[in-house]
């Protein structure tokens, strides 16, 4: 879990006098709805309570608004709140505090929610792998583009080389936007959503490598580097890892004329086997669209799966999960009623628990990668 505190974060200094969260965390989740409840009703305005998809019902439930982390990062840049409390995991929470306004201050309530996906490229590696690549002589026709997912000093890297960053939802316009720019992308840190929107752009598989930061010159050859179209960097999310081509299979054998639609973080084997694929908004969109009586097998985290299931279920649409062991996102998992009830009643308080403070070097880069990506 990436905590390094140089680049960002610190649980504010009035934390020491808060209401102690040990208090919370021995309480039964259902006695925190009131709790909760009545803390938003008094904030009122003054606070925007945001959800990302893979939020538990039990922490969804009172969010002012949900989303994939492109409506969620869109979300923060536009509101007035002098508090946004972003139940999702860090970099959601860090790229919330590069767009807010001056004066707003972005909470997550629980400093441990991180993506292992982020953890795998850290801004020393990626210096190193920039480095290498002005030694070959590459870096003038590379635009280093970074998934959303990764953290302020990565995306403020991007920013200050003339890149950008992209969310599931945009991954193709930033693409074209880098294209536009240079021969080559440096793609940060999945190498699946990276694969499949390059393939999908019609670059093959040929013309990609896969830049390993623990690999001397990334494990590849000057030759190969330079051939690239891609270099995706060696990442991958463990949660969507987990869908296996044999997994689309199985549940097209068994339920013949099942839709099968998956998060552009699985393998290229699974997308290249799936109907279609989608950020998590656009997931839950192709079921709304479709007709009466329609079955789909969904390739994403649990909780959304689960949720979509019990809302088109009264549309007669059957939703059933792609691998039926369940992937879970535990770092998204962490925001607990008992977290969110701790930060709201604090706030009630006049108190700011765990905020996230991205550093303002870090933010200046940061944002116009961000920008950037707003705007493409
Ligand atoms: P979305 O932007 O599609 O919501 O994805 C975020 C994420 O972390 C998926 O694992
Ligand atoms: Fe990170 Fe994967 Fe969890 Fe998304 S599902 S937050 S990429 S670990």
Known sequence: MNLVLDELTAASPEAGN?????????????????????ARAKLGTTTLLLGHHYQRDEVIRFADF???SYKLSEAASQTDAKYIVFCGVHFMAESADVLGHDGQQVILPDLNAG???????????????????????????TIPLTYMNSTAAIKAFCG?????????????RAFEWAFARGKRILFLPDQHLGRNTGYAMGIPL?????WDPWGLQGGQSKDKLAASRILLWKGHCSVHQRFLPSHVDQVRAKYPGIQVIVHPECRWEVCQKADALGSTERLIALVEQAPEGSMFAVGTEIH??????????????????????????????????????????????????NRIQ???????????ALDRMLEA
């Not at 850290?122 to 690549?133: F, K, L, N, P």
């Not at 040929?206 to 896969?210: F, I, L, N, P, S």
């Not at 799966?305 to 770092?331: H, P, Q, S, Y």
């Not at 550093?359 to 116009?368: E, G, I, L, N, T």
Request: glycine content about 4%.
């Open 18 to 38: 808060a209401c102690s969260l040990e208090n919370y965390l021995t309480l039964p989740d259902h006695t925190m709805d009131a709790r909760i409840a009545a």
């Open 66 to 68: 949900t989303g994939d």
């Open 115 to 141: 993506c292992s996906m982020a953890d795998m490229a850290e801004i020393s590696q990626v210096e190193a792998c920039w480095e290498a690549i002005e030694r070959l002589g590459l870096a003038d026709e």
């Open 160 to 172: 200050e080389h003339g890149g950008l960053v992209c969310t599931s939802s945009n991954a193709r």
């Open 206 to 210: 040929d013309e990609m490598a896969v």
């Open 304 to 353: 959304l799966v689960n949720r979509m299931a019990k809302r088109f279920a009264a549309e007669n649409k059957r939703i059933i999960t792609l691998d039926d062991t369940g992937c879970l996102c535990t770092t998204m998992y962490r925001i607990s009623p008992q977290h969110l009830a701790w930060v709201l009643e604090n706030l009630v308080e006049g108190r700011v628990v």
């Open 358 to 368: 991205v550093r303002p070097s870090v933010k200046h880069w940061a944002r116009v």
